[in-house]
C-alpha cells in the first residue's frame, strides 16, 4: 500500500479487513478474560488508574506527554519501522527469503522498546476502540469533546489528553502483571 501496489479500492477494504480483525480480536480478549478483567477492576471499567483495563484495548499516552510528543512519536516509529521492513524485503540486498521473517520480528521488537514509553505501541491502526462502549467503559472517558477517537489510535486518544491521567503508583499483585499480560498477548492479533 505505502509503495504503491494496492489500488485504492484494494487498500480500502484491506484497512477495512484490519479493523474489523481487531474488532474481532479484542472481542475474543475480552471473552476470554472477561472473569480476570472484571475480577481486576471490580466491574469498574476504567483508562485510568491502578485498576485501569482500558489499555488491554487500545493505547493512551502516558502521564505528562504533550499531544505534540505522541505525534512524532508515531510518526517516527512507524517510519523506522516501515523504511526497516522495506530495506528487508527489498530484492536488492539478497537477505534469504527465510530470515525476513526473523529481522522483521526483531524490527517490531526493537521499536516497541524504543518507542512504547509516551503511547504504548500502536504500531498497528487496527486497535480497537470499538468494543470499549460494549464493554462497559464510559463513552464520556473514551469519547471526551471529540469524535475522533475512532481514528487512528496514537492520535485519537490525545483528544481527550489531559483530562485525567494515571496515577504514578502501580499494584503490584498478580493479577496486574496478568493484565498487563493479557495487553502485551492483545497487541501481536
Known amino acids: 500500500m505505502c509503495v504503491g501496489k494496492f489500488s485504492p479500492v484494494k487498500a480500502l477494504a484491506y484497512i477495512l479487513t484490519q479493523f474489523l480483525g481487531g474488532f474481532v480480536a479484542a472481542a475474543l480478549v475480552y471473552a476470554v478474560y472477561y472473569e480476570a478483567i472484571t475480577e481486576f ?43 526497516a521492513i522495506s530495506a528487508v524485503t527489498d530484492r536488492n540486498n539478497e537477505l534469504p527469503r527465510g530470515q525476513q521473517m526473523t529481522f522483521i520480528a526483531l524490527s517490531v521488537t526493537a521499536t516497541m522498546y524504543a518507542f512504547g514509553f509516551n503511547c504504548g505501541n500502536p504500531l498497528n491502526p487496527a486497535l480497537n476502540l470499538f468494543l470499549l462502549p460494549g464493554a462497559g467503559y464510559q463513552p464520556g472517558d473514551l469519547y471526551r469533546g471529540s469524535t475522533c477517537q475512532y481514528g487512528y489510535p496514537a492520535y485519537s486518544n490525545l483528544c481527550r489528553h489531559g483530562q485525567e491521567q494515571r496515577t504514578a503508583s502501580r499494584p503490584t ?13 492483545r497487541f501481536w492479533f
Open 41 to 83: 477492576d471490580a466491574g469498574q471499567r476504567t483508562m485510568y488508574g491502578v485498576h485501569a483495563t482500558a489499555s488491554i484495548f487500545s493505547c493512551f499516552p502516558a502521564p505528562g506527554i504533550s499531544p505534540e510528543t505522541c505525534i512524532v512519536d508515531q510518526l517516527v516509529s512507524t517510519a523506522i519501522l516501515l523504511i
Open 173 to 185: 499483585d498478580d493479577l496486574y502483571c496478568f493484565v498487563r499480560y493479557c495487553h502485551d498477548v
